[in-house]
């Protein structure tokens, strides 16, 4: 049980185009998810927590004009980058907390997303 | 701000060593404390996660211990094998049940045949 997916495993665009990534929660409803950043040799680093109905909360120092988060529903999260560049280029992860039918006081992680930006 | 550290950096070690890995945290009002392994190019596997007011777990050959009061746990892994080489992270949460994890930068572990 808690199973997070994330869609595309991996993605390569060209620099200026938009990606939306998918993070969905499948055996459990998420009211919080949180959306992570790694670069290589690096450690997590959030980006943002998103809210179902609501409006994501952003970290210090990540554009909220160009990472576009949307919590529509109770199992879904998309994050969309923007007029994606090179320096884009990551993986991004993200987690889910139950609100029910699991361990609300934990998380629960997608496999991630290698995004390539060329 | 709570900052994670993680040491050492790297390791290496011959098959069969006990190990202990690091890991130091800043402020010490945490929910919760977590390790996780990555492999290279790969997702976050959950090990261990420690609630605030537990010592310690165990999983198999591993054995997570957490001080709160001084910031610290430590990450112990039995008769270390080459299946056991990868990334260990160790991230915190918050003060509240739910918060996000702050994660330390990892430490890469070797595990030579």
């Known amino acids: 049980g808690a199973v997070v997916s994330q869609h595309p495993s991996w993605v390569i665009c060209k620099s200026g185009t938009s990606v939306k990534i998918e993070c969905r929660s499948l055996d459990f409803q998420a009211t919080t998810m949180f959306w992570y950043r790694q670069f290589p040799k690096q450690s997590l680093m959030l980006m943002a927590t998103?809210?179902?109905?609501?409006?994501?909360?952003?970290e210090q120092g990540v554009e909220k004009d160009k990472f576009l988060i949307n919590h529509a529903s109770l199992t879904l999260s998309t994050l969309t980058v923007t007029s994606a560049h090179p320096e884009d280029s990551s993986f991004y992860i993200c987690?889910?907390?139950?609100?029910?039918?699991?361990?609300?006081?934990?998380?629960?992680f997608g496999p991630g997303t290698r995004l390539t930006v060329l | 701000k709570q900052e994670v550290t993680q040491i050492p950096a790297a390791l290496s070690v011959p098959e069969g060593e006990n190990l202990v890995l690091n890991c130091s945290f800043t402020d010490s009002a945490i929910y919760n404390l977590q390790w996780f392994r990555q492999d290279p190019g790969k997702g976050l596997t959950s090990l261990l996660l420690?609630?605030?007011?537990?010592r310690e777990q165990t999983s198999g050959r591993l054995n997570a211990s957490l001080d709160k009061s001084s910031g610290r746990s430590t990450l112990y892994i039995a008769a270390s094998q080459p299946g056991d080489s990868a990334t260990y992270l160790c991230a915190v949460g918050g003060n509240q049940a739910g918060t996000a994890l702050i994660f330390g930068k990892g430490t890469t572990l070797s595990v030579s045949s």
């Open positions: 420690i609630q605030s007011s537990q």
């Open positions: 998103s809210n179902e109905g609501s409006k994501a909360t952003y």
């Open positions: 987690s889910a907390r139950p609100s029910s039918g699991g361990r609300t006081d934990t998380q629960y």
